[in-house]
């Protein structure tokens, strides 16, 4: 267990349709990160958020959004899903110090979006 | 942008030492080094990660020369389970505003260890 609780583990659901992954950090991180892996793209990075705030923007769709509530658990929302949606995604957390440890993410279990 | 170029596989054999490489040509004063290990649907796990020379803990050894445009993982008398993707990253510290480019994995190097 590495501290970082992703709901849920698995969601199959049909194209046209909205979901929401949930991300609990570790205990005392205050970055949020969330990444898409599919078979063809591999681990690609989403957005970051710093306690509360954006911090950084990857390669996320407009039909996608997210957000890092003040308990510091984060939401990802997929709506207009379409089948190449269907992926693994991945919540992981930092502390985020200045210096040697930044950079350094913890990963949870992710959760496979199948969209039929 | 310190874009990585990493073999896209490798294998050898347990109990072997295996070094994989990875070229970071246009990194920066401020960027780290960041070793990740994938196993199938799971997510990456922190290996390793360092700025210069050399950094050794329980699990591997990083080797990072003077000119810091390359970087080399070593893992020791490897086993089955260590036949995972692993992934080197580049990029300055969060805190210091690194923004995306330090949190993108590139497509990583599969490592297969063969009994």
């Known amino acids: 267990d590495s501290g970082v609780t992703q709901t849920p583990k698995h969601l199959i659901t049909a194209t046209g349709q909205r979901v929401t992954l949930r991300c609990s950090p570790r205990?005392?991180?205050?970055?949020v990160y969330w990444y898409q892996q599919s078979l063809d793209q591999g681990l690609q990075f989403l957005i970051q958020y710093y306690n509360g705030e954006e911090r950084a923007k990857g390669n996320i769709l407009e039909r996608f959004s997210a957000q890092q509530f003040p308990d510091l658990h984060s939401e990802l929302n997929l709506s207009s899903l379409e089948l190449g949606d269907s992926a693994l995604y991945f919540c992981?957390?930092?502390?985020?110090?200045?210096?040697?440890?930044?950079?350094?993410?913890?990963f949870g279990a992710g959760s496979r979006l199948t969209v039929l | 942008l310190a874009k990585t170029t990493q073999p896209i596989s490798m294998d050898s054999y347990e109990g072997q030492e295996v070094n994989i490489t990875c070229s970071h040509n246009?990194?920066?004063?401020?960027?780290?080094i960041t070793w990740y290990q994938q196993f199938p649907s799971q997510g990456p796990r922190f290996i390793i990660q360092?700025?210069?020379t050399k950094v050794t803990n329980e699990v591997a050894s990083l080797f990072i020369p003077a000119d810091r445009k390359s970087s080399t993982l070593s893992l020791p008398r490897v086993s089955l389970s260590d036949t995972a993707v692993y992934y080197c990253l580049v990029g300055p510290t969060l805190y210091s505003g690194g923004g995306a480019d330090g949190l993108t994995f590139g497509k990583g190097t599969h490592l297969i260890i063969q009994p």
């Open positions: 205990s005392g991180d205050l970055s």
């Open positions: 992981a957390s930092s502390v985020v110090p200045q210096g040697a440890g930044a950079n350094v993410l913890t």
């Open positions: 246009n990194i920066a004063t401020n960027d780290y």
């Open positions: 360092g700025y210069k």
